[in-house]
């Protein structure tokens, strides 16, 4: 995988928020249980995403959580990121052996070097917007 678990947790919470598209806050509890997330697991996470101001807290019987901007405006990489931290500045061996790059290149460098360049374009272009569209699309094609 190339990213956590608590990334993928934090994409998932995401997009069901941005599926729903509700002005009414959305409980923890709810998306937990729509994924199969622990529900404490998921709140620690969710802790991270309002302070890097991806999503906002309401507290209060009628709280729960909302995206903090519209679904179009925030992409994947944005989501990895404040979970997982920025990239590394040097570009790290795809199979752990070292640091890579063209001038000390690991064993699988020149192969693994366009895939990490597509791979981050893809995740700094892909919206919330149209990934939540897109698993709308699915589950319908799914239901037959």
């Not at 052996?97 to 192969?111: G, M, V």
């Amino acid at each position: 995988m190339l990213y956590s678990k608590s990334a993928e947790y934090a994409i998932q919470a995401m997009i069901y928020l941005a599926e729903n598209k509700s002005e009414k806050p959305v409980m923890i509890r709810e998306i937990a249980e729509a994924y199969g997330i622990p529900s404490q697991f998921l709140s620690k996470i969710m802790q991270t995403l309002v302070k890097q101001r991806l999503i906002k807290a309401t507290r209060g019987r009628k709280g729960g959580i909302n995206l903090n901007k519209p679904a179009r405006e925030i992409y994947l990489n944005q989501i990895i990121n404040a979970i997982d931290g920025p990239p590394p500045e040097k570009e790290q061996c795809v199979v752990g052996l070292d640091l890579c790059s063209d001038e000390t290149p690991c064993p699988l460098h020149e192969q693994w070097k366009p895939i990490r360049l597509k791979l981050s374009n893809m995740l700094d272009s892909e919206s919330l917007d149209i990934l939540a569209k897109r698993v709308l699309s699915k589950r319908k094609i799914m239901r037959g």
